[in-house]
T-cell receptor, first 116, second 113 residues
């Protein structure tokens, strides 16, 4: 049973399109994160949120934006996709819950984005 | 210097052997430490977390923490080909670090049948 969901799992789009990658979690976690990861490479934190109406930029400069209007939902938006945005995008959440107590992060299955 | 450093590998061990994965961290204020396993094309999966000095065992996995040396390790006993993956070390819970979790770049492990 998945506790953190990402849609779509795969997306191929043309340059200039606006896209939103969805992430939802059912664990009641207050903290949520977006990472970018190229194949065989390390994770790069691009955005994070410590709660509703709280968003921060991560360590990797990104042209994407995020919002946190509801605790369980943390969508990521690219206003104008470019080939350089082609990558794997991973959403994660953490926080006190019956399943976790030391802020370990749980990852969603990821969205593989290809921009032509 | 990266905040969490790991040898990128690949580390190659024969089936049945002990695989030893190492990690160092720079923020002395880090409180909690994690090991994730990531198969190729998949998302990271939490294997273990540790927050006290010493050893913590879970099945074939043992995590070791030495805060004085700022060193974390993961031992995998009786390694299996299915253990072949990239292992990510992470450190978090530091006030000066904004309580963020910092991931290392990962060590690739190959277990030869």
């Amino acid at each position: 049973e998945a506790d953190i969901y990402q849609t779509p799992r795969y997306l191929v789009i043309g340059t200039g399109k606006k896209i939103t990658l969805e992430c939802s979690q059912t664990m009641g976690h207050d903290k949520m994160y977006w990472y970018q990861q190229d194949p065989g490479m390390e994770l790069h934190l691009i955005h994070y949120s410590y709660g509703v109406n709280s968003t921060e930029k991560g360590d990797l400069s990104s042209e994407s934006t995020v919002s946190r209007i509801r605790t369980e939902h943390f969508p990521l938006t690219l206003e104008s996709a470019r080939p350089s945005h082609t990558s794997q995008y991973l959403c994660a959440s953490s926080g006190d819950s019956p399943k976790s107590s030391y802020n370990e992060q749980f990852f969603g299955p990821g969205t593989r984005l290809t921009v032509l | 210097q990266k905040e969490v450093e790991q040898n990128s590998g690949p580390l190659s061990v024969p089936e049945g052997a002990i695989a030893s994965l190492n990690c160092t961290y720079s923020d002395r204020g880090s409180q909690s430490f994690f090991w994730y396993r990531q198969y190729s094309g998949k998302s990271p999966e939490l294997i273990m977390f540790i927050y006290s000095n010493g050893d913590k065992e879970d099945g074939r996995f043992t995590a070791q923490l030495n805060k004085a040396s700022q060193y974390v390790s993961l031992l995998i006993r009786d390694s299996q080909p299915s253990d072949s993956a990239t292992y990510l070390c992470a450190a978090g819970g530091s006030r000066t670090g904004g309580f963020k979790t910092i991931f290392g770049a990962g060590t690739r492990l190959f277990v030869k049948a």
